[in-house]
């Protein structure tokens, strides 16, 4: 019978009872009137229960009470009052012990959620650090050399301010990319969706970055069968800069002679799905899980050298995650590496 989900008050109840009755059973066995008994009983029922109850109220709500203060950790208003007053002590201790698990499993999710940020945030201040005090400490070191006496020399003059305004743009655009991704999480930068064919825009992409691919005799084409004009609904400019950060990136770690391939899929007839695949170093599978994060490289030396920032996967992310899209990566060392996102289609 105790074994229910009784709440306290009920409890303290049925426990008056059974004592009212043990005393009723013993008036009757040494052969006192029935209706003495009786009377005995429902006095002892009586007393029984407003004892239990005060003494469960008095110390085992009393804490429940600090329990719930605790796990709220605000300042009681008038209707957290009536809720402790008239609904917390209907509360059985099996619904009293899963509002405390539930904020338990509450409470360490937000604190694995904490820890997580906290190391992102470590990561990233330290990944910022690196990347911008690299083109500073070269700024530095030209202008300090000028200034020693090398601007006596004007072929040297020359090269000095060149390299130092080379890593003046590294710098800002580092800041552009930072400022273009706290946008588009914040959602403060608005997408303009307008209808377009995405072959057209794959082969301007391809087009505008024809000089660094014949730097290392890379082709571009667009995969046989996927040819045929698909109008999606996107930020044109957007979706553009998602391709040539792709494209870029192909270029960057693709083989000498190589070949850059895009794709474009019907899904069903909603949706788009748009690739972009190289045949170049590729990425071990270890790295793909973080590959879109900021800063991340699977190798930070050659990344470096690029001259990238580290941040062009994860703009596209943010690009392709503010349309309600999905973006995702494809990869095998030696073998190549492919990028796929989904765009809207538009309807007919």
């Not at 008038?78 to 338990?104: G, S």
């Not at 999710?109 to 500073?136: C, D, G, V």
């Amino acid at each position: 019978m105790f074994g229910k989900n009784y709440s306290p008050a009920q409890l303290a109840l049925i426990t008056a009872l059974l004592v009212s009755v043990a005393v009723g059973i013993c008036f009757l066995f040494f052969r006192i009137l029935w209706w003495h008994a009786l009377i005995a009983e429902a006095f002892v029922f009586l007393c029984s229960f407003l004892v239990f109850r005060e003494v469960l109220r008095r110390f085992v709500y009393r804490k429940i009470k600090l329990i719930y203060k605790f796990i709220y950790q605000t300042k009681a208003n008038k209707r957290e009052e009536f809720f402790y007053k008239n609904v917390l002590p209907q509360k059985t201790i099996e619904e009293v012990e899963e509002d405390v698990q539930e904020w338990a499993n509450k409470n360490h999710e937000e604190m694995e959620l904490l820890r997580a940020n906290e190391q992102y945030r470590k990561e990233f201040l330290q990944n910022f650090s690196h990347e911008i005090k690299t083109p500073i400490f070269s700024i530095q070191g030209y202008l300090n050399t000028l200034l020693s006496g090398a601007l006596e020399d004007e072929e040297l003059s020359v090269k000095f301010l060149t390299n130092a305004a080379r890593n003046i743009d590294r710098m800002v655009n580092l800041v552009n990319d930072i400022d273009e991704i706290s946008r588009l999480e914040s959602g403060t930068q608005p997408l303009h969706k307008t209808g377009f064919v995405i072959q057209d825009l794959i082969k301007e992409v391809f087009e505008s970055l024809q000089m660094p691919m014949s730097e290392k005799a890379i082709k571009s084409s667009i995969k046989k069968g996927c040819e045929a004009p698909i109008t999606v609904v996107a930020d044109h400019e957007k979706i553009r800069q998602v391709l040539t950060n792709l494209v870029v990136n192909a270029i960057k770690y693709g083989t000498q002679n190589g070949h850059i391939t895009a794709s474009v899929y019907k899904m069903g007839d909603s949706r788009v799905l748009i690739e972009m695949s190289d045949d170049g170093i590729g990425i071990a599978e270890e790295h793909l899980p973080r590959i879109f994060e900021r800063f991340y490289r699977t190798d930070t030396g050659r990344s470096r050298n690029s001259g990238g920032t580290g941040l062009g996967l994860a703009i596209c992310k943010h690009i392709v995650e503010a349309h309600n899209q999905t973006i995702h990566i494809r990869s095998k060392p030696t073998v190549g590496t492919t990028v796929g996102f989904t765009l809207q289609l538009k309807g007919k």
